[in-house]
């Protein structure tokens, strides 16, 4: 079966903390996308971050940083120098390669000025 | 680029009323999603289409929600009669083909009274 699990309910930061939001999946397959999204309080889910199963480089994206690790089944995402505009609840996600895609369950960030 | 279209944004209803919901997906993507968010949790998938056939509609409560995409384009989702549980928001989402990255649409926010 596949899993998706998003620890972190909610995290707190102020303004120009560093912050990582952990994503931990489980699969049998050996081909598989995770995937980042962000939901600001309008609501709609924005398109973060794709990565294959064959791709274990990290990425970095301005203050985005994806850490893929398959040792340990984890896909983090880590953002530097918060901003107030980064909070919002951000999901993980997994897709076998089959139809269906599972989201975790979200972490809200919030960033305080 | 357009992208994925919703309506109507808020809808309240009694419970065993019907409501509707429409989905309109970015050109030429050929699937479609819909999922149902429940507040405090990530997104569910209820069905899935590819061109006009499902795929997926395995979470689908048949006995009271229905979908359709007559001609490979844009998309329904009934609930018929609506019960208090199904208040959440509906969203919708539309990819190039199945493993790609989904794009959703603003959402639709559903309160059963």
């Known amino acids: 079966a596949q899993k998706v699990t998003q620890a972190q309910t909610e995290i707190s930061v102020v303004e120009k903390e560093d912050v990582t939001l952990d994503c931990v999946y489980e699969t049998r397959d050996t081909t598989y996308y995770l995937f980042w999204y962000k939901q600001p309080p309008s609501g709609e889910l924005v398109f973060l971050i794709r990565?294959?199963?064959?791709?274990?480089q990290n990425e970095i994206s301005g203050r985005y940083s994806w850490n893929f690790q398959k040792s340990t089944s984890s896909f983090n995402f880590t953002i530097t120098a918060s901003q107030v505009v980064d909070s919002a609840v951000y999901f993980c996600?997994?897709?076998?390669?089959?139809?269906?895609?599972?989201f975790g369950a979200g972490t809200r960030l919030f960033v305080k000025a | 680029e357009a992208g994925v279209a919703q309506s109507p944004r808020y809808k309240i209803i009694e419970k065993r009323q019907s409501v509707a919901f429409w989905c309109n997906p970015i050109?030429?993507?050929?699937?479609l999603y819909w999922y149902q968010q429940i507040l405090g949790q990530g997104p569910k998938l209820l069905i899935q289409?590819?061109?006009?056939?499902?795929?997926?509609d395995s979470q689908l409560p048949k006995d009271r929600f229905s979908a359709e995409r007559l001609k490979g384009v844009d998309s329904t989702l009934k609930i018929q009669p609506a019960k208090l549980e199904d208040s959440a928001v509906y969203l919708c989402a539309s990819s190039s083909e199945g493993v790609e990255t989904q794009y959703f649409g603003p959402g639709t926010r559903l309160l059963v009274l």
């Open positions: 996600a997994l897709n076998t390669g089959g139809f269906k895609t599972i």
């Open positions: 990565r294959n199963s064959f791709d274990e």
């Open positions: 289409f590819q061109n006009n056939g499902v795929v997926d």
């Open positions: 050109s030429g993507h050929a699937t």
